[in-house]
């Protein structure tokens, strides 16, 4: 069937491309696209699952409500140490 080899790379394909549309949506906050286009809505319905969860613990466990998002730096950092030091590890 698929070697661990395979999903390695698969995994790693899946976390570049989320991290990559973490990135896409930070950019798009500059230009401010329409809501209604479906590549925004893409990208929002991607992204909001990982985003979501962080902002929430930002909010509560730190207390912080200030202007800036810390969740996209943070959520693109938690991706990558989760795949490189605990997914590796086990396969």
């Known amino acids: 069937m698929f070697s661990r080899l395979d999903i390695i790379y698969a995994l790693h394909y899946l976390i570049r491309l989320v991290n990559l549309l973490i990135l896409v949506r930070v950019l798009m906050t500059w230009i401010n696209p329409s809501p209604r286009n479906p590549i925004v809505q893409f990208i929002f ?3 909001e699952p990982v985003l979501s969860p962080i ?3 930002i909010y509560n466990v730190f207390g912080y ?4 998002d810390f969740s996209p730096i943070l959520a693109i950092f938690v991706l990558n140490f989760l795949f490189y030091n605990v997914l590796l590890r086990f396969l």
């Open 55 to 57: 902002r929430h613990l």
């Open 65 to 68: 409500s200030g202007m800036l």
């Open 45 to 47: 319905t991607v992204t």
